[in-house]
């Protein structure tokens, strides 16, 4: 049974031939995974209060270590935003009591995030239903199907992140 992206290349073929589509094999199946994904994980995290950028600063925080500080500018290398976006999302965390900022103490002028006891609860209970989420999205690869996958996945990012 071809599926939606099959279908696309087969109709390219018919019109134009000359061109090789076989990119679209990839690209056009990992954006429709990743649309599958975004609404998946969406419905989880709401069902806690959270959005996708919301979750990533706690759990950034969280798998960090203790004592679950970081500056900004560490959250928004690892989130690769904005510093404009990472402050507004640092700025509805804190209003909601799940992260606090305070000064550097080696730095006076520089802010540590503070992961509060609230945002660790709340990221110790998302987790399980976060990673079942993804655990159903995979539910249709058998483990050697996900390790190959993870692998050339992680190839391709290689070779782009190596050249930007």
Request: hydrophobic fraction near 45%; aromatic fraction near 4%; avoid cysteine.
């Amino acid at each position: 049974m071809a599926d939606h992206v099959e279908r696309v290349l087969g109709q390219w073929a018919a019109e134009r031939p000359a061109l090789d589509v076989s990119p679209m094999a990839v690209i056009g199946r990992v954006k429709r995974l990743h649309r599958f994904a975004e609404a998946a994980t969406r419905r989880t995290f709401a069902a806690h209060g959270l959005d996708h950028a919301s979750f990533d600063v706690l759990a950034t925080l969280l798998r960090g270590g203790a004592p679950y500080r970081l500056t900004p500018a560490a959250l928004m290398r690892d989130a690769m935003v904005t510093s404009g976006a990472i402050t507004q999302r640092l700025d509805r965390l804190e209003e909601r009591g799940l992260v606090s900022r305070a000064p550097s103490p080696e730095d006076g002028r520089g802010v540590l995030v503070s992961l509060t006891e609230a945002g660790r609860a709340l990221v110790d209970e998302t987790l399980p239903d976060h990673l079942a989420t993804e655990e159903g999205l995979l539910a249709g690869l058998d483990p050697a199907g996900r390790a190959a996958l993870a692998e050339a996945l992680g190839h391709l990012l290689d070779s782009l992140e190596n050249r930007h």
